[in-house]
């Protein structure tokens, strides 16, 4: 009895999608706007990989980092690498590339609200 309900409450309250689609009340597709901003996407080299970065306040303190703390935190947040990969790359320990990672993180900290306060 009540699964009867159950489905009688579902008709009562769905509407079915033919019917939407005919009367054209909504757009059954959307489209993803990627770099449609302003902006201009930065691109990053790092170790043969392309990094897109598409906000420009986040490029540009990116840009004023020294090269190997930017390409830490490239490959550890934008390509995904662990520390361990990050640091057999650079033939460095895991702690070292979590340290060196960190410290660069607190540098970006400090070159984004350097920027936040220039605009």
Known sequence: MNAWRDLKRKEEREISLDYLMSERYFEPSAMDSYFERQDKPTVFLVLGKEVIVDDERLATALSRLPQLRR????????VGYRDEAIGRLYG???SMINRRRNVALKQLRKEWERLKHEE
């Open 71 to 78: 390409e830490v935190l490239l490959l550890y947040y934008f």
């Open 92 to 94: 460095r320990c895991r």
